[in-house]
């Protein structure tokens, strides 16, 4: 079994846990009501797509067997007992490395509620807990305000602009590139998180 997977992650109302087959239903629900909010953001392919999509199940088993052999993280997102996104650590690297990415998509009705940065710190803080990473990054694109405001809550550093990174609707796109180490957040970043949101201004 891989290191930190599977595992089940909450803080208050947002819980981080593993894609089920049951939750098809509310899956296909959630994107369908949000697919205008995030087909701008999420990557495509260049090359042409060849036999038929995978089905729900396929796409499960598939998750399921990139987490089982330390690939990635793939959680969906509850809030309130809701699936209202997923949340998913890729490209991990061990060694001297000792890095990976993260991407996420959350539910425009509840965007603005704190869910993702809760998301995204709690899966960090796994990271560099009991996965054993020392980095964590995400790429964004440049006109992506609503992920732009969740890096910028959690106080991430910015490392610079890859030009032409990732294929999103059917062109090569920019990104900007924000990172953390395990040592720039010693007492996790959730709880800097926490804590940021009980600060007076």
């Known amino acids: ?114 869910i993702a940065p809760t998301a995204v710190a709690m899966a960090v803080d796994h990271c560099f807990g009991e996965v054993g990473l020392h980095r964590v990054e995400i790429a964004i694109r440049p006109e992506n305000a609503p992920s732009l405001r969740v890096v910028a809550k959690l106080g991430l550093r910015e490392e610079g602009l890859r030009e032409r990174y990732l294929h999103i609707q059917g062109a090569w796109r920019d990104h900007r590139t924000f990172a953390v180490t395990v040592e720039e957040v010693p007492e996790g970043l959730l709880t800097r998180w926490r804590r940021s949101r009980t600060t007076p201004v």
């Open 1 to 114: 079994m891989a290191r930190g997977w599977p595992v089940l992650l909450r803080s208050d109302d947002v819980v981080l846990r593993p894609l089920r087959r049951r939750d098809a239903g509310a899956w296909r629900a959630a994107r369908a009501r949000n697919a205008a909010w995030l087909e701008r953001w999420e990557a495509t392919s260049p090359d042409p797509q060849t036999g038929p999509p995978p089905t729900f199940g396929g796409f499960v088993r598939t998750l399921a067997a990139q987490g089982r052999a330390g690939a990635a993280l793939p959680f969906a997102i509850e809030y309130r007992d809701e699936l209202v996104g997923q949340l998913t650590v890729a490209t991990i690297v061990h060694g001297s490395a000792g890095t990976a990415s993260i991407g996420y998509w959350v539910s425009e009705h509840v965007a603005g509620r704190g």
